[in-house]
């Protein structure tokens, strides 16, 4: 894979607490919008869920916090940083 620089900030690691909380509430209302048949809203809801907790990982674990506009950035930024795991 071609290693692009994918645009982050540093952030504290005690932040990481504020997205792992984003990341059950959005889990959360997934759950609730599947039992309810209600697709597109469970979707989004599921999107931002692994957003937000790939969020709360590399806050935690690097200190980072990607700023790109490109959802599957996120993800990019945790493969280059945690490759090895």
């Known amino acids: ?3 692009r620089k994918i645009k982050s900030v ?4 005690s932040d990481a607490f504020s997205y792992l909380k984003k990341a ?3 889990f959360h209302v997934m ?14 809801n ?3 869920a692994a ?3 790939t969020d709360a ?11 790109s506009q490109r959802h599957e950035d996120a993800a990019i930024l945790l493969q280059q940083h945690f490759r090895k795991e």
Do not use: Y
């Open 1 to 3: 894979m071609n290693a």
């Open 10 to 13: 540093t952030l504290p690691k």
């Open 24 to 26: 059950k509430q959005f």
């Open 31 to 44: 759950q609730f919008c599947t039992l309810d048949e209600e697709w597109d809203a469970a979707i989004l």
């Open 46 to 48: 599921g999107v931002h």
């Open 51 to 53: 957003i937000s907790i």
């Open 57 to 67: 990982i590399l806050v935690q674990r690097a200190g980072i916090h990607s700023i």
